[in-house]
């Protein structure tokens, strides 16, 4: 167990290293999350006085920030499956699968690198949104939930990713794979507007969207009246299914091996 | 002791049947070549003996160790450079090794030093702070051979280690490998279908022929076991089947072989053969456009043993490839 964590501290910190070195793929992932924030936010800005309400606030931003957060974390995860897929077309999985590294820190490492990039794309995002006038309403609490809800959804959706990529082994599958499962959950939430406005049959579906369960555990926190239960309930949710798809990477990965 | 022992082995992939009984053994110390074409079953006995894949049946022990039962202590002896490329092209040549030593147990000083060592000893000392993607070709394979050596294993396997390099480059790798094998008493299992690489760098190389060894002995050896010489002509007109039965019924020719409009036989003495093999032709109208004779090399010792044509069956070989069956 020990040494299946020290080797994956090993892979994540090769793979921060390589990131690092090109910092301008973390700003290219935060334009999109900018555009929702900044454009979008201005554009629909009097959404919240719709008849019927259900926003808690009257500022769209500040409705809408935590959710942003937590969109960039959960269409970063739909993609994270594309360096995997790059791994195996060169040799380098290979390579180090003739050495006694642990096996399940290959896969695991993976989800853990992209858990890592969501966390400080959101807390950039936090930064600009707190900039524009957006208050956490339970302070650094929130703050911390709406970090690790991200993180949550990221890897739920990682391990998810990680293991089409080691099925289907080819990028353009993937990508139409990842466009597939991301736009339909994330119009089926209440990402950008109330869900007491959109219609009845979205609302019964939204329950069972992951995507939405991040929103609503970001969004608690976010505004006043915070529903405690409702974050804790959300999150292990979230955990559960990170542990699920964590399984499937791990169960992909061996039938992967089983192609060698 | 032997370094490797390979016995028997099987493995299909769904419909293919990529190794049907391999069997052979690697001697410690020595370099010891597959040479075969592609799909001919080399890189499938690499796999098994690196623990990437699991034969079906027969023994494989590499280092002392079964490659299925200890897996672990197997990759522990070995070092294993891929066909293609396995280094992370985003991170630097150093970052590279010091990433292969740490999973294969090595830490601290004694990692930072032997990887200071691989670089200077692969010529990569100044390149070993950049990132790999600005390697050229030869570089990035020397490298590869790298990592294959940083924890100092008992036992190299390389994978075709010279395919895709420019003649120059490859010319490099060999003396670069050559050196290796000298300098850190190895033993390597190289394969290859380069006939001259087997020749160059291989003390004793075993052919393979869908999925099993077809003969095994030194280069020297092989290429002695023909006896006479090789006798090629270029026939002038499309009549190959006809001029084989010609030239084949003639005395003091041993056997033929047509590829193409090339017609390959090995004879006794090429001085007496040829005139008798022209006239033949002549007599049968088949037009002749050059005639060359040479010592045998190990493209006859593979034709010799396979029956069939290197070069010919590589493109088989590739097109059996491109089938969808397991390896890529």
């Known amino acids: 167990m020990t040494i299946a964590v020290r080797h994956t501290w090993f892979m994540v910190g090769r793979q921060l290293r390589n990131l690092m070195r090109e910092p301008i793929w973390i700003a290219l992932l935060l334009v999109q999350p900018m555009v929702w924030l900044l454009l979008y936010g201005q554009l629909f800005k009097r959404v919240t006085h719709l008849p019927g309400g259900g926003f808690g606030t009257t500022s769209y931003i500040t409705f809408l920030a935590p959710a942003i957060v937590i969109m960039n974390s959960f269409f970063g ?33 993976q989800i853990v690198r992209s858990a890592l990039i969501a966390v400080i794309q959101g807390a950039i995002i936090l930064l600009v949104s707190l900039a524009l006038g957006v208050r956490v309403h339970t302070g650094v609490v929130g703050w911390v939930v709406m970090l690790t809800a991200a993180a949550l959804m990221n890897s739920a959706f990682a391990g998810l990713s990680q293991g089409i990529a080691l099925l289907v082994r080819k990028e353009a599958t993937m990508i139409a794979i990842a466009n597939f499962i991301g736009l339909p959950l994330f119009f089926l939430s209440s990402t950008l507007i109330s869900i007491r406005q959109i219609p009845h049959w979205m609302q019964i579906a939204a329950k069972f969207n992951p995507v939405n369960w991040g929103v609503i555990a970001a969004r608690e926190v976010v505004l006043p009246g915070t529903d405690w239960n409702s974050v804790g309930f959300h999150l292990a949710l979230l955990f559960a299914l990170s542990v699920a798809t964590a399984a499937f990477a791990t169960w992909t990965f061996r039938a992967y091996q089983r192609t060698i | 002791m032997d370094a490797i022992v390979v016995d028997e082995l099987r493995k299909r992939y769904s419909d293919v049947r990529a190794l049907e009984g391999i069997t052979f053994g690697v001697r410690t110390g020595e370099v010891f070549g597959l040479l ?4 001919a079953g080399k890189s499938t006995t690499v796999k098994v003996l690196a623990t990437l894949t699991k034969p079906d049946s027969g023994r494989a022990e590499v280092a002392g160790r079964d490659v299925v039962r200890e897996p672990n202590a197997v990759r522990r002896a070995i070092g294993y450079v891929p066909q293609s490329s396995g280094v992370d092209r985003d991170a630097t040549g150093r970052e590279n090794l010091m990433l292969q030593g740490r999973v294969q147990g090595m830490s601290g000083r004694a990692l930072e030093s032997r990887v200071g060592e691989m670089l200077e000893l692969l010529g990569l000392a100044e390149a070993g702070d950049r990132v790999v993607r600005g390697y050229s070709g030869g570089m990035k394979r020397r490298l590869d051979v790298g990592l294959g050596l940083v924890h100092r294993p008992q036992v190299l396997f390389l994978d075709e280690p010279t395919t895709g390099l420019d003649p120059e480059a490859r010319a490099a790798m060999w003396d670069e490998l050559e050196r290796l094998a000298e300098g850190e008493s190895l033993t390597i299992l190289l394969t290859t279908h380069y006939m001259e690489e087997a020749d160059e760098l291989a003390d004793r190389l075993a052919i393979v022929s869908r999925g099993r060894v077809v003969v095994e002995g030194t280069p020297e050896e092989l290429k002695q076991s023909l006896r006479g010489e090789a006798v090629e002509v270029e026939l002038g007109d499309g009549r190959a089947a006809e001029a084989e039965a010609v030239v084949a019924a003639l005395d003091g020719v041993l056997e033929a072989t047509v590829d193409g409009r090339r017609l390959r036989s090995r004879v006794a003495s090429g001085a007496r053969a040829i005139p008798s093999i022209l006239s033949a032709l002549e007599a049968k109208g088949i037009g002749v456009e050059a005639v060359t004779t040479h010592r045998p090399s190990l493209d006859d010792v593979y034709l010799h043993y396979t029956g069939r044509e290197f070069a010919a069956e590589d493109e088989q070989g590739r097109a059996g490839d491109s089938g969808g069956n397991g390896p890529r």
């Open chain 1, 77 to 109: 995860a739909t993609w994270s499956g594309m360096a995997m897929i790059s791994g195996l077309d060169r040799d380098v999985l290979p390579r180090f699968l003739a050495t006694p590294v642990s096996r399940i820190s290959l896969v695991v490492s």
């Open chain 2, 36 to 39: 075969g074409p592609n799909g």
